[in-house]
């Protein structure tokens, strides 16, 4: 059954950090592609991040590069997004996604090339 369940969304200040976890079932963290995705209200969902198990790459949006790191934990089945030196603009809801790409498709980080996805946390930055 395919299944992804967020947490450690919360509150800091811009400059903090938090690391967000997605607990995956054996289905979907099987799947080759995995993802984290952000909205912010009044916005479209954007792709922050993405990780290709074939070869482990990783894929970023601009705005996040230095900043963020995705990365997955097979013992847990967990995927993760580490986030330093957070911005107000950062503030948003975060979601887990996973799907079966091509190595190029889940490097674009598309919305339409995930078909899993979990319930998200959300993500408040203050200045």
């Known amino acids: 059954q395919a299944q992804l369940v967020e947490s450690g969304g919360g509150s800091v200040q811009a400059g903090g950090s938090l690391r967000l976890s997605c607990a995956a079932s054996s289905y979907t963290y099987a799947l080759n592609c995995m993802g984290w995705f952000r909205q912010a209200p009044g916005k479209e969902r954007e792709g922050v991040a993405t990780i290709f198990t074939g070869d482990g790459s990783t894929y970023y949006a601009d705005s996040v590069k230095g900043r963020f790191t995705i990365s997955r934990d097979n013992a847990k089945n967990t995927l993760y997004l580490q986030m330093n030196s957070l911005k107000p603009e950062d503030t948003a809801m975060y979601y887990c996604?996973?799907?079966?790409?091509?190595?190029?498709?889940?490097?674009?980080?598309?919305?339409?090339?995930?078909?899993?996805w979990g319930q998200g946390t959300q993500v408040t930055v203050s200045s």
């Open positions: 996604a996973a799907d079966r790409n091509i190595r190029s498709m889940c490097g674009l980080r598309t919305v339409a090339g995930f078909g899993y």
